[in-house]
């Protein structure tokens, strides 16, 4: 049996995202970054396929992202809000890595699951950035479905896509809980 580990056992039952917008400079460095990757790629993985991929976008790239999502915005026909929300997490972004996923042909592990890895290691990566002292947030919205904007942002092959984005940096406020399900409420028991 393993030993159990309150203090982890705390955190993920205390975990709280912080949004996007509210988190500053700084930003972990390249070596920082590189522990909460590898955090990250522990995540279960059927079949050793690795289906997913990291793309760092840095500061720098930002702005480019952010425009090419204005760009794909006004292609699609989207309203301004919603151009502006695709747009905001790139011009309002520090650091973010894009989680692609990849779906690599395989006998016995469908497609599916090699999605459920890929939105794991999503997760990961934002609970080993949030217990690592950074304000984290996974965001997706509409680029991350857009294929034109995958090609033309990140270079994304047509077997990839993104799973999401999870921005990383310094927290600047704590929000609030918020509501919680109520275990009783969603969860079924079989006892026979």
Not at 138 to 166: N, Q, V
Request: aromatic share 6%; net charge positive; proline share 8%.
């Amino acid at each position: 049996m393993l030993k159990p580990n309150p203090e982890a056992l705390k955190f993920l039952q205390t975990r709280r995202s912080r949004p996007a917008k509210t988190l500053a400079m700084p930003v972990p460095d390249r070596t920082e970054l590189e522990q909460l990757l590898k955090a990250a790629a522990r995540t279960p993985d059927h079949g050793k396929l690795e289906p997913w991929r990291f793309i760092v976008i840095e500061k720098a790239a930002m702005p480019r992202v952010a425009a090419i999502a204005q760009t794909r915005g006004t292609a699609l026909g989207l309203d301004g809000e919603q151009i502006n929300k695709g747009r905001n997490q790139f011009d309002q972004g520090h650091l973010a890595v894009a989680v692609i996923e990849i779906h690599k042909p395989s006998p016995k592990i469908p497609k599916l699951e090699q999605t459920y890895s890929a939105g794991a290691v999503c997760l990961a990566l934002l609970n080993a950035a949030l217990a690592a002292g950074w304000g984290a947030n996974w965001l997706s919205g509409w680029p991350s479905h857009d294929r034109a904007f995958m090609t033309e942002a990140l270079g994304l092959a047509d077997h990839e896509r993104i799973a999401g984005f999870i921005h990383i940096a310094t927290e600047t406020t704590a929000p609030p809980d918020r509501p919680r399900p109520s275990i009783d409420a969603i969860t079924t028991w079989v006892t026979k």
